[in-house]
């Protein structure tokens, strides 16, 4: 990835989120903003989600989301933290159950948008996504750590995509992508050979290649999330545990 800020958010800085957060509160510079306004745009819904399964309305859900980023994009607010706090999903939810416990009061009474620092929450979008969570009796945190997954998953799907895009190969990337999922016996290599023009050994070297890329980038996108390279195999396997 390039040190450069650029319109993708895959490609913010070639660093970890920890990072992101602590250069932002050390200098708040447009680039130190931006960067961190761009983290906080991928993984707001999981925090939405998280909200209104707490039993808020989706305007207070809303509203409840976006005054927690804007706190989280005030320098002052940033300047102490460190890397230590742990895996940055814990730490990103666990700074917003303190936001909801002590702060909702003066968050309500603040006039909506204010002039201050926001992020772009599509309401609308918000709603129908969240009309397809389970109806069951997952919790909050259950409701917040699947969503994280997804979106981290989301990521990396389209991180790949862009890559294939730039080579000018996006018709092989949507014949490949549901290789992603399912056993390798269950793909049909044949329906995909005679789609792409290739042979079946090709199709199987291509799909064996795809899913090496996605695994690279599924372990540089996890590795970002935490503090050590100790860690990433731990919360990949914890990451899909909450998805079964």
């Known amino acids: 990835m390039s040190d450069d800020v650029s319109s993708s958010h895959h490609d913010v800085f070639a660093t970890t989120h920890w990072s992101v957060v602590q250069l932002a509160g050390r200098h708040d510079t447009p680039r ?36 927690f980023f804007a706190r989280l994009l005030e320098i002052n607010s940033l300047a102490s933290l460190s890397a230590d706090r742990g895996r940055f999903r814990a730490w990103l939810l666990a700074s917003l159950k303190h936001f909801l416990a002590n702060e909702w009061d003066r968050a309500r009474a603040a006039k909506r948008g204010g002039g201050r620092i926001t992020i772009s929450l599509d309401e609308v979008t918000a ?33 790949l995509r862009d890559e294939y895009m730039r080579d000018d190969k996006q018709d092989i990337f949507d014949a490949l992508k549901p290789c992603l999922a399912g056993s390798r016996e269950s793909q049909p290599y044949s329906e995909i050979a005679r789609d792409l023009a290739m042979s079946e050994g090709a199709v199987k070297v291509a799909v064996h290649r795809f899913r090496q890329r996605y695994r690279e980038l599924l372990r540089r996108e996890i590795a970002h999330t935490v503090n050590s390279a100790t860690e990433v195999d731990d919360e990949i396997r914890y990451l899909f545990s909450v998805l079964s």
Request: one cysteine or more; hydrophobic letters at 35%; glycine letters at 2%.
């Open 32 to 67: 130190a903003q931006q960067a961190l306004s761009a983290l906080c745009e991928s993984y707001w819904y999981p925090l939405y989600a998280y909200v209104r399964r707490q039993g808020h309305s989706s305007h207070d859900a809303q509203d409840l989301t976006q005054e």
């Open 127 to 159: 709603e129908e996504r969240y009309k397809l969570e389970p109806t069951d009796e997952l919790s909050a945190d259950r409701i917040f750590e699947r969503r994280w997954a997804l979106t981290l998953l989301d990521t990396v799907v389209a991180a």
